[in-house]
């Protein structure tokens, strides 16, 4: 069975400094990788994706993830956060022609320090 | 362009009782997926619908049902309420099905306690 493992459950760090959260997945074939934030009080919303082509994905303010197909990877990363990122990330995978089973890790709390 | 919209905001019910949960999907957008979210815990997919058809279903029992209607509006249906099923429900929709290079947006969610 496909999963996703997320490493870190909280991760404190301070203003500016760097950022990368870890997603590994578990499944041999071709796959839709996806992260999502969850700021406190709101709902899911997509920070990046990736379905074919560079490897490394640029996303929204400011955040990127890189594929490494061989490594079943895909980190987020940040060179440098913000307050207003402290939130909820999650990985999340689908296989491709897959019947509707969007995986998702457990999710790494983030807060940033003032 | 609207996004998704789900209702109830909050429900509490008792065990063994049914409970229906509703789903506007995005503008435009033919699927869409429910997820069950524990505390503490990432969403799990409950199963999806396409084009009024289930179109794939996750370790969920048979009392967890769903509908899609020819708007592409949705319910979950739940009955014989457990307390284990006690979550936030998400609807996520999208333009495609889930395999496609498709994105799914999530609505606000509808948070269930079983007493």
């Known amino acids: 069975a496909q999963s996703v493992s997320q490493h870190n459950h909280h991760v404190i760090l301070s203003e500016a400094a760097s950022l990368e959260l870890g997603c590994n997945y578990s499944?041999?074939?071709?796959?839709?990788l996806f992260w999502y934030v969850q700021y406190p009080g709101q709902h899911l919303q997509l920070l990046l994706k990736?379905?074919?082509?560079?490897?490394l994905v640029k996303g929204i303010k400011g955040f990127e993830a890189e594929f490494i197909k061989s490594k079943f990877s895909f980190n987020l990363r940040k060179p440098s956060v913000q307050w207003s990122d402290t939130a909820e990330y999650f990985c999340a995978v689908n296989a491709r022609r897959s019947q509707g089973n969007l995986i998702f890790g457990k999710g790494t709390k983030l807060s940033v320090k003032p | 362009e609207t996004g998704v919209t789900q209702s109830p905001t909050h429900l509490i019910k008792t065990r063994g009782q049914q409970v229906t949960l509703r789903c506007s999907s995005q503008s435009g957008h033919n699927t869409v997926s429910w997820y069950q979210q524990a505390l503490g815990q990432g969403p799990q997919f409950i199963f999806q619908y396409y084009r009024e058809e289930e179109n794939g279903r996750g370790n969920f029992p048979p009392r967890f049902s769903g509908l899609q209607f020819p708007n592409y509006s949705s319910e979950l249906n739940v009955n014989a309420l457990e307390l284990d099923d006690s979550a936030l429900y998400l609807c996520?929709?999208?333009?495609?099905?889930?395999?496609?290079?498709?994105?799914?947006?999530f609505g606000p969610g509808t948070r269930l306690t079983v007493t």
């Open positions: 990736y379905f074919s082509g560079d490897p």
């Open positions: 996520a929709s999208s333009l495609g099905i889930s395999g496609g290079p498709y994105e799914q947006y």
């Open positions: 499944y041999g074939g071709t796959v839709n």
